[in-house]
Every structure is written in structure tokens, then in C-alpha cells.
Nanobody, 113 residues
Framework: QVQLVESGGGTVQPGGSRRLSCAAS????????MGWYRQAPGKQREWVAS???????DYADSVKGRFTISRDNTKNTVALQMNSLKPEDTALYFC???????WGQGTQVSVSP
């Protein structure tokens, strides 16, 4: 089982930016596809973005053009750069090893004036 720890959450104004990071405790991080998900209060968890083992990204339509997912296989980390944030981006953000039940504990992002 891979341990995942997210960080970087906080409160930001609409239009602002935030960078989330997820650190994985595994010696074979580079072989995994990774994903970011989010869950807003009262809503189901939804997929936000993912990145393959060779670095190919994919995004939900709601964040395309605003968010960027990246990975650093030398540091076993995956990041989510979030720009032009909107109030509807407020959620608990999780990272995940795709294809497994390995999730982090989440980091809260709140977008408000």
C-alpha cells in the first residue's frame, strides 16, 4: 500500500492561484498513473486530473485551461497547479494512485472573497 500525503491547501480569493502537492511513499512511484480528485460539501467525489507514468495529463472539463498536473519522479511527488480559481473549486482535494484504493487524507481548498 502506498502512503500519500497532500499539502498546499488554504483559502484563496477568486481569481487567485494555489499549488497542491502529493508525496508518495513508494520506491516505484514512476510506474504509477496518479490522479487528483475533489469532494465539495454535500457532493460526490469527482475526478479533476490525472497523469500517466510517462507524464501525459488529462483534465476534467471544469478545470481544463486553469489547472495543470505534473509529476516529479525523482521526488515521488505529483502536483496540481490551480489558477483562476472560482468559488465552485472549493473542496477537499485528494490524490490517488490510479487503479488502486490508495488515497491521501486530503487538503482543503476554499475560494472566497
Amino acid at each position: 500500500q502506498v502512503q500519500l500525503v497532500e499539502s498546499g491547501g488554504g483559502t484563496v480569493q477568486p481569481g487567485g492561484s494555489r499549488r497542491l502537492s502529493c508525496a508518495a511513499s513508494t520506491g516505484v512511484f514512476s510506474i504509477f498513473a496518479m490522479g487528483w480528485y475533489r469532494q465539495a460539501p454535500g457532493k460526490q467525489r469527482e475526478w479533476v486530473a490525472s497523469i500517466t507514468s510517462n507524464g501525459s495529463p488529462d483534465y476534467a472539463d471544469s478545470v481544463k485551461g486553469r489547472f495543470t498536473i505534473s509529476r516529479d519522479n525523482t521526488k515521488n511527488t505529483v502536483a496540481l497547479q490551480m489558477n483562476s480559481l472560482k468559488p465552485e473549486d472549493t473542496a477537499l482535494y485528494f490524490c490517488r494512485v490510479l487503479g488502486t484504493t490508495d488515497w491521501g487524507q486530503g487538503t482543503q481548498v476554499s475560494v472566497s472573497p
